[in-house]
Nanobody, 117 residues
Framework: QVQLVESGGGLVQAGGSLRLSCAAS????????IGWFRQVPGKQRELVAF??????IHYADAVKGRFTISRDNSKNTYLQMNSLKPEDTAVYYC????????????WGQGTQVTVSS
């Protein structure tokens, strides 16, 4: 099993920045990527960005040029969010992709990001 804990959410004004952190523990060798997702009440959870163990990175079009995903080791992953907009308001989750299933099977509890206009 893999455990994930997010931190760094909060309230920020439009145009501001936040840095989210995701700390992984447990059997991390089971995973091959970490993704950041976000969800607004009444809407589907959406992928914001992911980073693979090989360093490959993908961003959703809505955040390209504003958000940066990074890892400092196999345990810690970050999402630097700049030029935040009110539409970025959501609960942000980090998730780990299981190398056996290729699904994001492990999820953190989520952290709220609120961007005021």
């Amino acid at each position: 099993q893999v455990q994930l804990v997010e931190s760094g959410g909060g309230l920020v004004q439009a145009g501001g920045s936040l840095r989210l952190s995701c700390a992984a523990s447990g059997n991390i060798s089971l995973t091959n990527a970490i993704g950041w997702f976000r969800q607004v009440p009444g809407k589907q959870r959406e992928l914001v960005a992911f980073i693979g163990n090989s360093g490959n990175i993908h961003y959703a079009d809505a955040v390209k040029g504003r958000f940066t995903i990074s890892r400092d080791n196999s345990k810690n992953t970050y999402l630097q969010m700049n030029s935040l907009k009110p539409e970025d308001t959501a609960v942000y989750y980090c998730a780990a992709q299981d190398r056996r299933t290729w699904y994001y099977d492990y999820w953190g509890q989520g952290t709220q990001v609120t961007v005021s206009s």
